[in-house]
C-alpha cells in the first residue's frame, strides 16, 4: 500500500504538450506511472511519444478513463483545467501550476466541496505525490528515495527531497511523499493527508514538514493528539524569517499568533510531537523512532 | 502587493465607496495648489506603506496655504520607521462624529472571505481585538455567493451601528466587498470607518493588499504600491523575476525553493551566522539565472561570505555550477563562497567546480557542515576588515 499514486493509477496531464508538461509527464511514464493520456484543447488527436491528447478532459475521460489528473498549465488557465477534471469524474487532481490567483484557488476549493465532494485535489504550487517502487505523479526527484515506511507531507518541495534523501542516506525508505504546496489555499492539507498514512498499513511513522504562515501547523496538531496513533516528527522552517510586510491589522487578528515559526512548533509540541530544528534532526529522530519500533530496517 | 493608502481610496472610489475629494503630490508647491482646488480645511497626509503615520508627525490639519506650506515642507522627506516620504495625499478634511472599523480578509483557515466589523474603530483596534473580542464582528462569506445587502445590513446591526447609519454601513460593506473581490485583494480594511456629523459614512483611510498572481486580470493596478521606497536590489530582483528579500546579516544566501531558502537561513543562525538576504534562485535555474542572482547577492554591502546551498529536482547542479563558474569569469567576487551541491546531477556539478579551481570557493558535502563553514569565514573575513 501507499497513499494517493500506486500501480492502480491512471494518470492524464492537462498541459502535456508543453516543455516542462511533456518532460515531466514522460519522466512519470519512465518511472513506471500508467500514463494514459493529456489534455490541451485545440490539440485534440495529437500524440506526445504516444500519448494520445485530447481537446477536454470529458473527451479524456471517455476513451481513457484516468482516475488521476496533473495540471501543468500556466496559471491563468489552471483553474478551470481543475474544475473541468473534476466534471469528468476524475477522483484526484494534483496540481503543479504555481502562481494560480488566491481568489481562483478559492472558486476552486468551494467549487469542489460544494458539487464534486468526492473528488480531491492536492496542490497547487506543489511538487506532486511519489509512491516509491510504485508510480510518481509530478517533478518529485524518484531516484533519491526508496520504498519503506515513513509517510511525508510537505508545504515545501526542495525540503521535502532534504529530509527524505537524509532518511534514504539512513536506510530507511518512503511509503509516499505528498507534496500539499504552499499557496494560501491548498486543495488538501496537512489532516487530510495525516489521515491517509493514520489509515496506510505501510506507513510506520510519518514526517511533517511545515513552514511560516496560516495555522495549517496548528490544525495538524490538534488532528494529530485526537486522531493519530502513529509516530509523527515534525520540521518548522523559517524561525529567522522576517515577519512579513504586514498590511493593517487585520491579518493578525485573524491568526493570532500570526503564523511564527516558533509558535507552530510551540503547538506541535504542546500535543507530545517531536520536532527537529534542523532537516537532519528530522531525519535522525525519525531513524531512531523507527529503530525503536521495528527490528530491521526497511529498504 | 500593498498600496498606498491614496491608491487604496481611488480603488475603493471606483467600487462606489464615499472619500473625500483629495489629490496626490510630490512637491510643496503642488500641495498648495492641490489644497486650494480640494478646499480648505485640507488634511496633509504623508504616503508611506507603514502604520502610525499620525504619532510620527506624519498627518496634519492646514487652514491655509500657509500652513500647508510648512506641513508639506516638514513632512516631505520624513524619515517614518524607515521609510521616507516622497509622496503626499491632501484631502479635504472632514468633520467626524463617529469612527468605525471594516475589512475583508481572505481567511486562509476558513478558505473563505472574512468581513469584521466593529464600531470600535480608530488606531487601537488591534487591543480591542485582543482585550474584547466580542465587539467585532466576524462573518464569513460564501465567495461563490458573494455578501449580499441583506448579510450586509445584518453585520451592521449585530456591530451596534447607529440607527440611522445602518444603511449606510451596509453600503459601505457591499462596496469594500466588491473591492476585495473584483479587483483581487487579498485585504481591503478602513479603519476608520467614520461617520460624519450630517451622519455620511466615508471612508476615512485605506490599506489594500492587491494579489500579485492576479495582476494580469488587472493591467490598470500594475505601476501601483510605493516603488520610490523599495530596496534598489530587492527591485532589480523583481525585475529579473527573482525572490530576493533583504536582511540585516552578513552572510549570502542563495537557495532554490522558498522551504530550502527559509531553512538554511535557520541553520545558518543555529550556527552563529546572520544572513544578508532570502534569494529562492526557484525551479529549473539556468547558468544565466545563477550569475545574475551572484550579482544580486553582492550587490549589498555587508556581505562578507556566501552560501550556495542546493538540492536539484528540476534545477540540475551542473547548471548551476556553470553559473556560478561564469559570474566569477566576470564579477571576481572578493569573499569566500561556501558551496554545497546535491540531488539532480550532482556529481557533475562538483566535477566542474573542482576543475575550474575558483580562488576562495569551498564545497561541503552536508547542509549543517556548509552553515558552520560559512559563518566561520564571514567571522574571518569580518576580522579581516574587509
Known sequence: MAVLVDNDTRLAVAGITGREGSFHALNNRRYGTNLVGGVTPGKGGQDVEGVPVFDSWA??????????????????????????????????????????????????????????PGTRLVGPNCPGILSPGKASVGIIPASFFTPGNVGVVSRSGTLTYQIGNEIAQAGFGCSSIVGIGGDPVPGSSFVDILELFQADEETELIVLSGEIGGSAEEEAAEYIAESVTKPVVAYIAGFTAPPGKQMGHAGAIVSGSAGTAAAKARALEAKGVRVGRTPTEVAEIAVQMLGASSSSPVR | MDLLEYQGKQLFARHGLDVSAGKAVTSVEEAVVAAEQVGYPVVVKAQVLIGGRGKAGGVKLAANPEETREHAGKILGLDIRGHIVHKLWIEHASDIATEYYASVLLDRSAKQPLVIFSTEGGVEIEQIAEESPEKLVRHHVDSLKGLSRQEALQIAIDGGADDDVREGVADALVALYEVWDKEDATLAEINPLIVTPERQVKALDAKVSLDGNALFRHPENQDLSDTENEDPIERKAKEQGVQYVKLDGNIGILGNGAGLVMSTLDVVAQAGGQPANFLDAGGGSDAEKVKQAVELILANDAVKAVLFNIFGGITRCDEVAKGLIAAFGEIKPAVPFVVRLDGTNDVQGRTLLEEAKLPNVHSASTMNEAAEKVVELAKQTEGAGA
Open chain 1, 59 to 116: 473527451d479524456a475521460m471517455q476513451a481513457t478513463q484516468p482516475n488521476t489528473a496533473m495540471i501543468f498549465v500556466p496559471p491563468r488557465f489552471a483553474a478551470d483545467s481543475i474544475l473541468e477534471a473534476a466534471a469528468a469524474g476524475v477522483s484526484l487532481i494534483i496540481a503543479i501550476t504555481e502562481g494560480i490567483p488566491a481568489h481562483d484557488e478559492l472558486r476552486v476549493y468551494n467549487t469542489l466541496k460544494r458539487d464534486h
